[in-house]
């Protein structure tokens, strides 16, 4: 993995983990990659707000549909969404 | 003596058809009128399909003096209204037009006169708007038309209660002349916010589908939109028999409940009250039902949640089928159109379908959801769902004449 990437994504990381602290109302550094957003209480509607965020922040469109059975991404967790922007991101510049 | 409520006309225009029969044919036939939407700036929406009413000629069917007044939803109210009451064979002597009214539902008024305001001033930097745009954006709009079009001057207003407005509204209309505060109510909904705004602000929900509308299918995956109106004329029992009016079917109960809980997700207890308030109110049993219309929206938490309301309430849960996979959610007008499909079960004993089923969901397993070709069985009565955001829960129950 060469250097700028790396320095992209912690950058990207730590954006959309401020969203997601903003969101579940706590500390930034409380996040950790493996938390669930069940269990920092981000519900259906928290969900909707903090994608609204994200596009907003990253100009990217997330392609998520809370009906989807088979959703083609894991955005559960802190991590999962970090990886799931990080790849928008990139695929953009791309 | 109990004061009964006879249906005694319907009109409807929906993605379907433009009237009635051709609504019960497309119904009857399980054909789906969801496409692709045109309008300006569709291409700017990710969700891009909807049950949206092709070919009305507006300017053939309303006078340039009438088109400054009428928004989009108040021209589909006022041919639905034509169309109930010339069904109904209805006329009114100058005292009985003061006991005749209107309630009409809809969730957002003249949603297509604001986007095209808002538009106007805010993209093409124009510092004026027309100046009927408050006439013809408010939510009474619909209501005051039909109440001036059929010199109707008993009681007349609006409901909105977003997706269950309509049967909250024909639950008003009947409670009216049951109770004997009116005679003769039309009664109904009316939407249309097929427009580039009105979908935007849904997009940012991810609800919506991108593909088609399947309720209780296992591979469902959102909403649909459609837009149109449905009216009925609802009439006291005794003066439609004995003006000889062909009834078309009784409403029997009405039910609102409130979840009180959230602000999106369904509580199934709220509309486990609403169904049984209905039959309470009807003195049905449940084993008199024949056909449920459902809510039915093809999202996972309402299919989840109605089904499981359904088995709550039924032992033995008769057919269900949701007509939303075929016109679309026509959200404050929902219910309404979604009553000619309890009037076809119970007049002409056909059972719509829920098209687009595909493949059977484990959550909704047990329930006979009528897939995707219609029925025929005789219908002695029926319920129609209607559980909003906000959790506001309306529920009629119908019997056959």
Known sequence: MDGSFVALGDGLHRRVIAILAAQALREPSGLT??????????????????????????????????NDPGATRDLSTVGGICDAVEALVSADRG | MTRRVAITGAGSVNALALDVPGTYAALAAGRVAIGPLEFEDVERLSVRIGGQ????????????????????????????????????????????????????GTGGGGYTTIDDSYRAVHVEGKNRVHPFTIPRLMHAAAAAHLAMRHGLKGPAFTVSTACASSNHAMGQAFQMIRSGAADVMLAGGAEATLCFGGLKAWEGLRVMSPDGCRPFSADRNGMVQGEGAAVFVFEEWERARARGATILAEVAGFAMTSDAGDIVMPDPDGAVRAMQGALDDAAMAPAEVGYINAHGTGTAVNDRSEAQAIRRVFATPPPVSSTK?????????????????????????????????????????????????????????????????????????????
Do not use: K
Not at chain 1, 38 to 62: K, P
């Open chain 1, 33 to 66: 990659r493996e938390m669930s957003l069940e269990s920092l209480g981000i519900d259906s509607l928290g969900m909707a707000e903090i994608l609204f965020a994200i596009e907003e922040a990253f100009d990217v469109q997330v392609p998520f549909n809370a």
């Open chain 2, 53 to 104: 009413i092709r070919d009305w000629d507006a300017e053939a069917r309303h006078s340039r003096q009438e088109l400054a007044l009428y928004d989009r939803a108040v021209q589909f109210a006022l041919e639905a209204g034509r169309q109930a009451v010339a069904q109904s064979g209805l006329t009114l002597a100058p005292d009985e037009a003061l006991r005749a009214g209107v309630v009409m």
């Open chain 2, 325 to 401: 996979s075929m016109h679309g959610h026509l959200l404050g007008a929902a219910g309404a159109v979604e009553l000619l499909a309890v009037l076809m079960a119970l007049g002409e004993g056909v059972i719509a379908p829920t098209a687009g089923w595909n493949a059977e969901d484990p959550e909704v397993l047990g329930l006979d959801v009528v897939p995707n070709v219609a029925r025929r069985a005789r219908v002695d009565a029926a319920l129609t769902n209607a559980f909003a955001f906000g959790g506001l829960n309306a529920c009629l129950a119908l019997r056959r004449v």
